[in-house]
């Protein structure tokens, strides 16, 4: 019989097992890896190796399809047949963090490998960071450089080695190495440098890290408010990196999914109640902490003194992490320790949290991509997303593979990335050459427009436009294999089909088409773009409706009024969020991306409904400007931690009450069973659990987020699976 298995089963250790299960059985044949997929020949006993098979399966391997086609082939013996290239769709497994077994590896005194940094075997390490193509094979990834040693050649031929045919092994004689430079760039040595790079962490100084997928600023909890200054991040959360669980235990609650998502292979930042280090995240409830995930982390942790240290991203806000040693000296930070593999896939951590064990991604990337996701169309499409919080999207064979987390399109890097890795992507995972389609978004003005056109111009592909929330709600649709919800598509801003700017939407929609069934009235974002960075402009602008004038007078005041009437407006939940958070004086400015509304993030995890607010609907259209009128009256006098809690709290709930309810009622009277909620506003749990408490009243399902980001990282995959299904043949 001869066996075709599919999905995640290259170079993850899926030949050697298969190897051994066949020797124990006594099974006569062969398996052969062909690219896609591995073919295996056994002359018996078919059942009950499948049935091992799929015990004993390599723990980052997966089989989405076993095909049975009769073969009759005689063998005398069970051997591994070399790779041949196969159909170019294989499945691209993602990076995996050092394994147990490699732990021990690493600090057993007798292994070759004893504090070698980049310790790894067919269950883990770096995949798609330095994948360069498919097949997945040494020579076609960035350990190309690195010649095997005759004692790491012994490991990678023996299929009955942990290492067998484990396409980035080395070991101290034959692999990369780190070095250590200094301030002014100068290479101050190669040996004992984890350990020289930890003395000066220990005293204080401020240190780039190179790491698979890029690289990281590393500093000590205590030097946090030094490197706040110097990095010009204020305010901004920094995600620490723990020894282990136990550690990670003291600065943040968890519960069992929590923990295991920590624990998890792909080792993501997991964002949890803050117990204690306000530093790290100032005004928020919650730190985002994440385990050592290579051995150079792990060797870190047993020189440096303290058991946590700040692990953050070495970017500017938006922009791609860096990845080269020239970009990273550019940063002049005090020491450098850098390896020479290079990276040819940039991938930044990924960050999650959890709601009742559903995974709402802040940040899908390392650990998780290029995660393809079933679709039903097998139409070559390639989606380019939004402005902020790029990905990419590109559908092939039935699957929708997604780039890794790409920045911010207004800064030109960003969008040279954004072409790069689509490209990189399509040519790993493209079966023709051929573009059935490109998407983008509405907004005449981002630039992932410039890589949508240009694709479509280069493969004379027509070139579609899906409406912003349209593309969250069918991202969630998708994400739930479901056809058909009433959402509450809500988030920061996004360009509607009337030219204003959504955010606080109620659509009744499928994959074909949708209807705006209700919304957050209108209010207007004096200059644009300038009222997202102060929120003070939007709480200016809405309380001239009641003639009070608010933190601007005089010339500035006059010339705010006059602009009122010519600028955008704005439906956004996120804006109004912001508008209230400001109000409260819980943060009146922004310094970095949904600052305000995390910070009331905190306010309404502990504020009670005390305060009544009369939402008035008019035809779908949910008057918010008046409660603020409401508001107003309530804040006279003074303004307490716990007043400000519960008026946050009240306002908040009296809001997300009322869209619920228009969504319950609309999809009442269409028979739609389920109510969704979607778009970057949908992190916020307590605003989640507002929802849901009112869902759970209309007996109807509400349905959240598990595998594509809730904000603008899954725009990408909405716009692709909505034209994807319109153009299904
Ligand atoms: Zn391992
Ligand atoms: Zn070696």
């Not at 091992?52 to 082939?73: G, H, M, N, V, W």
């Not at 519960?646 to 269409?670: F, H, P, Q, R």
Request: aromatic share 10%.
């Amino acid at each position: 019989m001869k066996l075709i298995f599919r999905g995640i089963v290259q170079g993850v250790g899926f030949r050697p097992t298969i190897y051994r299960i066949a020797k124990k059985l006594g099974l006569k044949g062969y398996v052969l890896n062909k690219g896609s997929e591995v073919e295996v020949v056994i002359d018996k006993n078919i059942e009950k190796f499948i049935k091992e098979l799929k015990s004993e399966l390599p723990s980052i391997a997966k089989i989405t399809s076993i095909e049975k086609i009769p073969d009759k082939s005689n063998f005398l013996d069970f051997k591994i047949l070399h790779s041949k290239f196969g159909t170019r769709h294989s499945q691209v497994p993602a990076d995996v963090g050092i394994c147990n077994s490699c732990i021990e590896e690493l600090f057993d005194k007798n292994n070759k490998r004893y504090f070698f940094p980049f310790t790894n075997c067919t269950v883990c390490g770096a995949r798609y960071s330095l994948i360069k193509d498919v097949p997945y094979d040494r020579e076609r990834t960035s350990m190309d450089d690195f010649t095997l040693c005759d004692s790491c050649k012994k490991e990678y031929i023996d299929p009955l080695n942990k290492r067998y045919h484990a396409q980035t092994i080395s070991c101290r004689k034959c692999g990369p190495s780190y070095r250590l430079y200094d301030k002014n760039k100068k290479e101050i040595g190669s040996k004992n440098v984890i350990k020289r790079f930890a003395k000066e962490i220990d005293a204080g100084k401020i240190g780039v890290i190179k790491s698979w997928g890029g690289m990281h600023l590393c500093c000590s909890i205590d030097e946090i408010p030094r490197f706040r200054k110097w990095y010009n991040r204020p305010e901004k959360a920094f995600a620490l990196m723990v020894k282990d669980i136990n550690v990670a235990k003291k600065f943040g609650e968890m519960n069992s999914e929590e923990k295991k998502l920590l624990l998890s292979k792909s080792k993501p930042i997991v964002l949890l109640k803050k117990k204690k280090c306000e530093i790290a995240s100032p005004g928020l409830n919650t730190i985002g902490l994440f385990l050592p995930y290579t051995g150079l982390h792990y060797i870190l942790f047993e020189y440096v003194s303290s058991d946590a240290l700040v692990m953050t991203s070495a970017n500017v806000p938006g922009e791609a992490m860096i990845t080269t040693d020239k970009e990273a000296f550019s940063i002049d930070a005090d020491f450098y320790l850098l390896h020479n593999r290079i990276i040819p896939n940039r991938v930044d951590d990924s960050v999650v949290r959890l709601w009742k064990n559903n995974r709402f991604f802040l940040r899908k990337s390392r650990g998780y991509v290029p995660d393809p996701l079933k679709v039903d169309y097998d139409e070559h499409i390639v989606s380019v997303g939004a402005g902020e919080n790029i990905t990419g999207a590109f559908s092939s064979d039935k699957q929708i593979f997604t780039t890794q987390y790409i920045g911010n399109s207004k800064y030109y890097s960003t969008v040279e990335f954004l072409e790069s890795a689509l490209k990189h992507l399509m040519s790993l995972t493209m079966k023709k050459k051929k573009i059935d389609a490109v998407v983008q978004d509405l907004h005449p003005g981002y630039d992932s427009r410039i890589v949508a056109k240009k694709i479509s111009n280069e493969f004379s592909a027509p070139l579609y436009e899906i409406q912003h929330h349209w593309a969250h709600a069918a991202s969630l649709l998708i994400d739930r294999e479901i056809d058909k919800c009433v959402t509450l598509s809500v988030d920061g801003l996004g360009y509607g089909s009337d030219g204003n700017f959504w955010g606080g939407e109620v659509l009744n929609c499928d994959f074909e088409d949708f209807s705006r069934v209700g919304h957050l009235e209108y209010i207007p974002l004096i200059g644009g773009d300038a009222a997202t960075h102060d929120p003070r402009r939007l709480v200016f602008a809405i309380m001239k409706n009641f003639d009070k004038e608010m933190y601007f007078t005089g010339s500035e005041a006059e010339v705010f009024s006059k602009l009122i009437k010519k600028s955008p407006l704005s439906s956004s939940l996120g804006r109004i969020l912001d508008a209230i958070a400001c109000y409260l004086e819980i943060c009146q400015k922004r310094t970095y991306d949904g600052e305000p509304a995390m910070k009331l993030e905190k306010y309404l995890v502990t504020g009670n409904p005390k305060y009544n607010f009369e939402v008035e609907v008019k035809d779908g259209v949910l008057q918010t400007i008046d409660l603020f009128r409401q508001l107003d009256q309530y804040v006279k006098g003074s303004l307490t931690e716990s007043k400000k809690a519960d008026l946050s709290y009240s306002m908040v709930k009296s809001i997300i009450d009322s869209l619920t309810n228009i969504a319950i009622e609309n999809a009442n009277k269409n028979k739609i069973k389920n109510i969704g909620i979607t778009g970057g506003v949908s992190y916020n749990i307590p605003i989640t659990n507002m929802v849901e408490r009112q869902v759970k009243k209309s007996k109807l399902k509400l349905i959240v987020h598990n595998s594509v980001c809730n904000g603008d990282g899954g725009i990408s995959i909405g716009q692709n699976v909505i034209i994807g299904k319109k153009l299904k043949t």
